[in-house]
């Protein structure tokens, strides 16, 4: 982003861990949608928090991204989490590792972009960060995720 390539963007300090706020939750939606149908996140998302898919939802757009969005903005904010480790898990199964890399390294700028405590690792799934954050990835190509 030209705020962040410029240099003119520093990242918040952390503003919550005990939270999932409305625009992270709809940011992992995006972000899990740059590689997976919404048909493919809804399957992620309920295999994930046991929910069943509505059956009467059968389009893509709206009918199955609203579903989605509105999975993700109901549930207590510890399940948002659960659902970005489930989400990791069906990207690396279904497209690969490189794929989850990408998707691991949006997910936590989104988490430095809203404060969020906490960081995606590979192999250790979501934890909890220190005060300072940090570098941008800490993948390599020799880690697998696990959740």
């Not at 493919?40 to 969005?69: F, H, M």
């Not at 480790?85 to 390294?105: M, P, R, W």
């Amino acid at each position: 982003m030209f705020s962040k390539r410029h240099g003119f963007a520093t990242p918040p300090a952390i503003r919550f861990r005990h939270d999932a706020p409305e625009g992270l939750r709809h940011a992992v939606i995006q972000a899990a949608y740059d590689h997976l149908s919404y048909e493919q996140i809804r399957t992620s998302i309920c295999r994930t928090l046991y929910l069943a898919p509505d059956k009467g939802n059968w389009s893509e757009i709206p009918n199955i991204r609203d579903e989605v969005e509105r999975i993700i903005q109901d549930v207590e904010w510890y399940r948002v989490y659960d659902a970005i480790e489930g989400l990791v898990s069906f990207i690396e199964g279904t497209y690969g590792y490189h794929a989850t890399v990408e998707f691991a390294d949006r997910i936590n700028s989104v988490f430095v972009d809203t404060g969020a405590g906490w960081q995606l690792v590979a192999g250790d799934g979501i934890v909890m960060v220190s005060v300072s954050w940090p570098a941008p990835s800490q993948f390599s190509p020799d880690l697998r995720f696990r959740t």
